[in-house]
């Protein structure tokens, strides 16, 4: 993207005025007798149509125009907001945003919406408005060039207030001499005794005499932003011989009226030298913008380089910890210092407020809500709450599966709500809040709830789980993140695109998130995701397993025991920890990763969770933490699971960093795994 | 000696537009985006020449004009309206109000070039 191009800025901006305009029309939905929000969609309306005329959007401006002149009549009163207007007025925006993000292709559908419109706000008063006009000034065009060039008089006063706004009537004459050679005399006749006299006003006129071809069209051009108040006269002079040229005296005396007169009072202006000063200072300005736009590219490519610096920093730490310079060390930790501010500034940069993709389903909801006949309220909370601008785009598409899945499966329609003695409005929330160093998002319905009996039934039809396994109700409620547990039975138009719940979790966990559910029966449902803030650098931990390092995202971890000595002795491959009363599963790194060669002495256990449960990892050694820059591993590696990413440590080797959610997920299993063992036995 | 126009418009399309054609004719260009902002720039700064759009949030041209034509500094300043059609109306209350001159949208760069020579003789 080339921020340079006008073009591309007006797209953004265009992208944006319609974001702001769907906004617009969905809250007057709500609230149809607002005035200000009509005001506020006509402006939308008004921008985009003007500068899409400019940047060569003319089936936008066209289009625009029309759509605007409908809403015109809303503005004045003529015709009232409705259901109806809304949903037109709508598709007209989908319809503004398809001939904006794809210029060249033929889009139809235009001429039907622009006709729906002009149905709703009463058609028979909707005069079909000309095109949007191409030309500056059209005055100029009716020249009629074969006269020949003959003698002409014209006089003309000024406005009196022409000076005070700007009109240099230097600039004026230039003009009027270039139209043809031209005697110019100023007419002082109205210039009034001193005492009445205001310095400010324009009292002088002028006659020029001009030689040339029809100067009307010329002269008006000349007088345009003038011409409805001023006096002006034009005569052609009779063929008389040529006037008497001008005298010296007076030629000379209507310079240094003209240089005196019109530049003096421009110049006039008292507070001049003050603001020349103040320029050169700059001092007393204001911020010269609040917000600068930048490509994204770019903040990507700055957060690689702040990467690359901490990594280069940690080198320096590491080297200046076995050095014995004092000045060494005190530069690597002003280092130090400087850097984690440097990425906590540049993250800081990339966050954007979630509100930009809440604003997006209320559109959304206010679809599904019409297709499927349920009356919904949506409350949006939190939206100043800012994440990682990447993961807010990546966190769109499971938002919008949950959503529909919270409009289509969770709320119950108007007849069940009222017989279950809810109100037949049902609420979707969506709401986004800090919670340390996560955001926590959630999506609730206050509808029926999961129902654990239809849930286990799907499970045991596709198989996921056998016909008599025993599953306690939260169990079964996660069963709908497991894989093919689709809602295939029930494909409506707008569940079940073939997206299930399960690319829902491995998007989340991608993310390095991770997603709770609760439900209550009749009560509604909540899904909460709760993701990191950033997804480029994170705190680690870093640990040692054989002869490998390998990094745990320090907000996973939970505490770090000791392995008990002689464990396995009577384990007999239970692996189970006794955590203050509760039994931990564990895994041993070295095995997980097949390294060979003896462990040590005194291994240690690091208990990570998440959302699901937790699990132990063996390991040899702790050895502390560390800020980690996550480089994703290639796409050979994409099979692998244990691993999230890599990163490079202070002596230069690449340290693993473990996936705590899958390595829990696994932990989990073993338990299941052992327990139907154990049950079998 | 350099002039300096300010341009008001809360479209960062036609400001950047506006903004390219007059720098690459030489003048030094300042950037607002709405009636406030341009009210506050065009008293802070030394300009030559405004050009403001009309239909603005918070306050919009005609008010701007209104309320820069107070100030002692805007004497002699011209003040170029942005019209989106040619409405009368709209241009005669900006006109009352202090307008020097206007263009109509969509204009071609050399348009508003001609404008601007023409008031400022830039």
């Keep these: 993207m080339n921020i340079s191009d006008p073009t591309e800025t007006f797209r953004q901006e265009a992208r944006e005025l319609l974001d702001q305009l769907e906004a617009g029309?969905?809250?007057?939905?709500?609230?149809?007798?607002?005035?200000?929000?009509?005001?506020?969609?006509?402006?939308?309306?008004?921008?985009?149509?003007?500068?899409?005329?400019?940047?060569?959007f003319t089936a936008v401006a066209e289009f625009v125009h029309e759509f605007e002149t409908a809403f015109d009549r809303v503005r004045k009163g003529q015709s009232q907001v409705n259901a109806a207007l809304i949903g037109v007025a709508l598709d007209a925006k989908d319809h503004i945003h398809l001939l904006i993000e794809t210029p060249d292709a033929p889009i139809d559908g235009g001429a039907r919406i622009l006709a729906e419109l002009r149905a709703i706000v009463d058609g028979d008063a909707f005069p079909s408005a000309p095109a949007v006009k191409a030309e500056l000034n059209q005055a100029a065009a009716q020249a009629q060039p074969n006269a020949a060039p003959a003698r002409w008089r014209l006089r003309f006063y000024l406005p009196g207030d022409a000076l005070l706004y700007g009109t240099n009537p230097l600039l004026l004459l230039e003009e009027l001499a270039a139209i043809g050679p031209s005697e110019i005399t100023p007419l002082t006749d109205r210039i009034p005794?001193?005492?009445?006299?205001?310095?400010?006003?324009?009292?002088?006129?002028?006659?020029?005499?001009?030689?040339?071809?029809?100067?009307?069209?010329?002269?008006?051009?000349?007088?345009?932003?003038?011409?409805d108040n001023m006096e002006l006269t034009l005569e052609p002079?009779?063929?008389?011989?040529?006037?008497?040229?001008?005298?010296?005296?007076?030629?000379?005396?209507?310079?240094?009226?003209?240089?005196?007169?019109?530049?003096?009072?421009?110049?006039?202006?008292?507070?001049?030298?003050?603001?020349?000063?103040?320029?050169?200072?700059?001092?007393?300005?204001?911020?010269?913008?609040?917000s600068l736009r930048v490509p994204a590219e770019r903040l990507d490519e700055l957060m690689d380089r702040v990467g690359e610096l901490v990594i280069a920093q940690a080198r320096l730490t590491q080297i200046a910890a076995q050095s014995a310079d004092i000045n060494l060390k005190t530069i690597a930790e002003e280092l130090e210092r400087l850097s984690s501010g440097l990425r906590d500034t540049t993250m800081g940069i990339r966050m954007v407020p979630i509100g930009t993709l809440f604003s997006r389903f209320r559109r959304l909801v206010h679809d599904l809500s019409g297709e499927l006949g349920k009356p919904i309220e949506f409350i949006t909370t939190g939206e100043e709450t800012e994440l990682d601008k990447t993961m807010i785009e990546r966190l769109a598409d499971p938002l919008v599966h949950l959503i529909r899945n919270a409009v289509d499966?969770?709320?119950?329609?108007?007849?069940?709500?009222?017989?279950?003695?809810?109100?037949?409005?049902?609420?979707?929330?969506?709401?986004?809040?800090?919670?340390?160093?996560?955001?926590?998002?959630?999506?609730?319905?206050?509808?029926?709830?999961?129902?654990?009996?239809?849930?286990?039934?799907?499970?045991?039809?596709?198989?996921?789980?056998?016909?008599?396994?025993?599953?306690?109700?939260?169990?079964?409620?996660?069963?709908?993140?497991a894989p093919g547990f689709s809602t295939a039975g029930e494909v409506t138009a707008l569940s079940g695109r073939g997206v299930g719940m399960d690319v829902v979790k491995r998007t989340i966990d991608g993310l390095r998130g991770t997603i709770d559910l609760t439900t209550r029966p009749g009560e509604g449902s909540t899904l909460t995701l709760r993701l990191p803030l950033t997804l480029a650098i994170i705190d680690g931990m870093l640990v040692r397993v054989g002869d490998g390092r390998y990094t745990i995202p320090l907000a996973a971890v939970e505490e770090c025991v000791e392995l008990p000595e002689g464990i396995e002795a009577h384990a007999k491959g239970r692996n189970f920890l006794d955590i203050r009363g509760s039994l931990v599963p564990y895994l041993r790194l070295r095995e997980v990763f097949g390294l060979r060669g003896e462990a040590d002495e005194h291994q240690k256990v690091v208990i990570v969770s998440s959302g699901e449960?937790?699990?132990?990892?063996?390991?040899?050694?702790i050895i502390g933490n560390n800020q980690t820059v996550i480089k994703q591993l290639s796409k050979l590696h994409s099979g692998i699971k244990s691993f999230s990413g890599a990163t490079i440590l202070g002596d230069g080797t690449v340290a693993l960093i473990l996936d705590t959610a899958h390595l829990v997920g696994s932990g989990q299993s073993y338990i299941e795994h052992n327990q139907s063992v154990g049950r079998a036995a | 000696m350099t002039k300096t126009i300010l341009t008001i418009d809360d479209s960062a399309s036609i400001r950047q537009m506006?903004?390219?054609?007059?720098?690459?004719?030489?003048?030094?260009?300042?950037?607002?985006?709405?009636?406030?902002?341009?009210?506050?720039?065009?008293?802070?700064?030394?300009?030559?020449?405004?050009?403001?759009?009309?239909?603005?949030?918070?306050?919009?041209?005609?008010?701007?004009?209104?309320?820069?034509?107070?100030?002692?500094?805007?004497?002699?300043?011209?003040?170029?309206?942005?019209?989106?059609?040619?409405?009368?109306?709209?241009?005669?209350?900006?006109?009352?109000?202090?307008?020097?001159?206007?263009?109509?949208?969509?204009?071609?760069?050399?348009?508003?070039?001609?404008?601007?020579?023409?008031?400022?003789?830039?």
């Design chain 1, 237 to 290: 002079l009779a063929d008389q011989a040529p006037s008497a040229p001008i005298s010296p005296e007076i030629a000379a005396d209507a310079n240094s009226l003209l240089t005196n007169s019109a530049p003096a009072l421009l110049a006039a202006a008292p507070p001049a030298p003050k603001r020349g000063k103040a320029a050169e200072k700059g001092g007393d300005d204001k911020p010269a913008a609040t």
């Design chain 1, 193 to 227: 005794l001193l005492d009445t006299l205001e310095p400010e006003n324009a009292y002088i006129g002028w006659q020029v005499d001009m030689t040339a071809t029809d100067p009307a069209a010329a002269i008006d051009d000349v007088f345009l932003f003038l011409r």
């Design chain 1, 613 to 621: 449960g937790r699990v132990g990892l063996v390991v040899d050694q």
């Design chain 2, 18 to 122: 506006v903004a390219m054609t007059l720098t690459a004719a030489g003048l030094d260009v300042i950037e607002a985006v709405n009636g406030l902002d341009g009210y506050d720039k065009a008293t802070t700064n030394t300009v030559h020449a405004v050009i403001t759009d009309l239909n603005m949030p918070v306050l919009n041209g005609i008010e701007f004009i209104r309320k820069y034509r107070q100030h002692p500094s805007s004497k002699g300043i011209p003040i170029i309206l942005l019209t989106t059609e040619s409405d009368e109306d709209l241009k005669r209350q900006a006109k009352e109000a202090g307008a020097t001159g206007w263009i109509v949208k969509p204009f071609k760069q050399d348009q508003l070039l001609a404008v601007i020579k023409k008031v400022t003789g830039a």
């Design chain 1, 409 to 481: 499966h969770g709320l119950e329609g108007p007849e069940k709500r009222l017989a279950a003695g809810k109100s037949a409005q049902g609420t979707v929330r969506l709401s986004a809040v800090y919670s340390g160093a996560e955001v926590a998002i959630s999506v609730s319905d206050d509808g029926a709830g999961l129902n654990a009996a239809r849930i286990r039934a799907k499970a045991e039809e596709n198989g996921i789980i056998a016909p008599d396994a025993k599953l306690t109700d939260q169990e079964l409620y996660h069963l709908i993140f």
């Design chain 1, 25 to 56: 029309l969905l809250d007057l939905d709500q609230d149809p007798g607002n005035h200000d929000l009509v005001n506020s969609t006509f402006r939308a309306l008004h921008t985009i149509k003007g500068s899409g005329a400019m940047f060569g």
